[in-house]
């Protein structure tokens, strides 16, 4: 299977403290790929790190031939990426639609794209002149996949979409997930929830103090629940 | 003389005040909302602007509307690009870093001070009014000139704020003002965009000294009494907020004119300064600005 996402010996800082130390993993084409580790394992930061929100002191991130740790920040959403992050980030004082907006933008994309993120995220529609910050915590959650979805990306970097979030909605995340997979969409999925990640990874790749240990089939997860407890501490 | 014609003449003069403050404070307001930078050189962009129209002023000869107007569209752009050229040069190298970009303004403060200084001097000099009428109102005659400084600010205003709020260069800005991060995250190159709205800030205090210089005079000092005013009104409306920098510029431009007029206008002074202590103690977002960001 083809690699969409390709991060080789990525090493990165906060300042003097080393986060990523040589990781490495790959995203195939149309899976959906989850990150999991103990809160501080560095699995955030390599969202950021790819998305070029923070340096990449050494090592390569392709994408096709492109080595993003070469692109400015702001180059990267062109190529085909999107991140929906940790607490949403919408900008708050922006209305629905001009979140939209935004995200429609970075790559040069118009109304057609827009309807079909609604019918995709249909609660939107009716919320597309209020302010996002005035949105239920459920609702922030789908306008930021909404808003990352409008750059029509083949690679989705997905940070504890749940987070937070109740049941029903959880629900409905998911289902999102897993229809992006069906229509190709790459997706990397950082989330702390584990029957979350075994209902819609395919591979989970298990992070311990920014560096990658094991990459693992979502079945043999299954059938092995130790190897959640010893990198994740539950199960 | 009554008290309702005294009372008439502070309230325009008020008015005149709170309308070449609301745009001096508008760039002021806009820089730090969008950039997190704390402007202090933007008195001297004000200055600039003055004295460069005092220079439009004086080139052309022939009725003083012409050189005006040539003032009116030079100056600003000249000052936003020198605005620009110092972005580039000096804040982004800061990498906007708040303290360190202080500091280099306090130094572009002196800097731009001591240019006008060196190649303008330091007498006080007129740019004429382009038009000397005066409009007859109850118990006097007031000039339609300072009538029209408050129109056309309040046109400017509507300008500005319908560019932020209309075209997708504001819908940029604003998502920068918003969060820097997720705007990179969605392909705003967040560093060219400030670069435009420092400009813009340094653009609209240009704009506010050439509408002022037929009433006040160019001179190099005069950009530090504006630069605390537009401190006043950002502090009380709220760093950030557009709708609170109007709103505190018309209540400190009224009660400057009022206060000044019937008592002194130290007294106007320290009052404002009350004002900015009572807001920082009590809500210390301003008045219209977010709790936190």
Known sequence: MTAALTLRQVDCFYGDVQVLHAFSFDLREGEVHCLLGRNGAGKTTTLKTIMGLVPAHAGS?????????????????????????????????????E???????????????????????????????QRSGTLSGGEQQMLAIARALCLEPDVLLLDEPTEGLMPSMIARIQDSVAALRNQGVSTVL???????????????????????????????????PALVRRYVGVG | MAFGPYLLLATLEGLVTSAVLALMALGLSLVFGVMRVVNVAHGEFYMLGAVLAWWFASLVSGHPAIGFLLALFASPLIVAAVAFLAERLVLR??????????VATIGLLYIIQQFALTFYGPEARPVEAPFDARI???????????????????????????????????LIMRATQSDREMAQAFGIPVDRVYAGVFALGAGLAALAAVLIVPIRQAHYLMGLDPLL????????????????????????????????????????????TFLVALVLVFRPQGLFGAASR
């Not at chain 1, 993003?68 to 922006?94: E, K, M, S």
């Not at chain 2, 009022?258 to 320290?270: D, R, Y």
């Open chain 1, 61 to 97: 991130i392709m994408k096709g031939e492109t080595d993003l740790t070469r692109l400015a920040a702001h180059a990267i959403p062109r190529t085909g990426i999107a991140y929906v992050p940790q607490g949403r980030q919408l900008f708050t004082d922006l209305t629905v639609a």
């Open chain 1, 99 to 129: 979140n939209l907006e935004i995200g429609l933008m970075a790559r040069g994309k118009g109304s057609a794209t827009r309807e079909r993120v609604l019918e995709f995220l249909p609660a939107l529609k009716d919320r597309l002149r």
């Open chain 1, 190 to 224: 950082v989330e702390q929830r584990v029957n979350a990640v075994l209902s819609v990874a395919d591979r989970v790749s298990f992070m311990e103090n920014g560096r990658n240990r094991e990459t693992v089939d979502v079945e043999r997860l299954r059938g092995d």
């Open chain 2, 93 to 102: 190298r800061l990498d906007y870093e708040p303290e360190a970009t202080i």
């Open chain 2, 136 to 170: 007859a109102l109850p118990w006097f005659g007031y000039s339609a000139y300072k009538l029209a400084v408050i129109v056309v600010s309040v046109a400017l205003m509507l300008a500005t704020w319908l560019f932020l709020t209309r075209t997708r260069a504001g």
């Open chain 2, 229 to 272: 005013l537009s401190f006043i009104v950002v502090i009380i409306g709220g760093l950030g907020s557009l709708r609170g920098t109007v709103v505190a510029a018309i209540l400190i431009g009224l009660s400057d004119g009022i206060i000044s007029m019937f008592f002194s206008p130290t007294l106007a002074k320290m009052l404002a």
